[in-house]
């Protein structure tokens, strides 16, 4: 697609409804991110966001688009070497788990 100049789709997705939309419009890339906090799960900011929530909701958006390129954002802060090894995203599993490949 860049060699030729074409332009790719994007689009924020939170759910299966959602994602079925997504499949079936012929978007290219689908996007589950932190800001899920805000739009579905009512935190005021996307800080309170949990690895554990992102990956469950894209696992609901791999059941509903199966075609485009699913990317799961990592929440904020998760990736730092600080943080307690417990805490860390295990991304490995995460892909097997969502069919999310970035």
Known sequence: MRDSGTPISMVTAYDFPSAVHVDLAGVDVVLVGDSVGMVVLGYDTTLPVTFGEI????????????????????????????????????????????????
């Open 55 to 102: 990956l469950h909701h894209c696992r609901a958006v791999s059941r509903g688009a199966k075609r485009p390129l699913l990317v799961g954002d990592l929440p904020f802060g998760s990736y730092e070497e600080r943080s307690p090894p417990i805490l860390r995203p295990t991304p490995a599993s995460a892909a097997t788990d969502t069919s999310a490949r970035a």
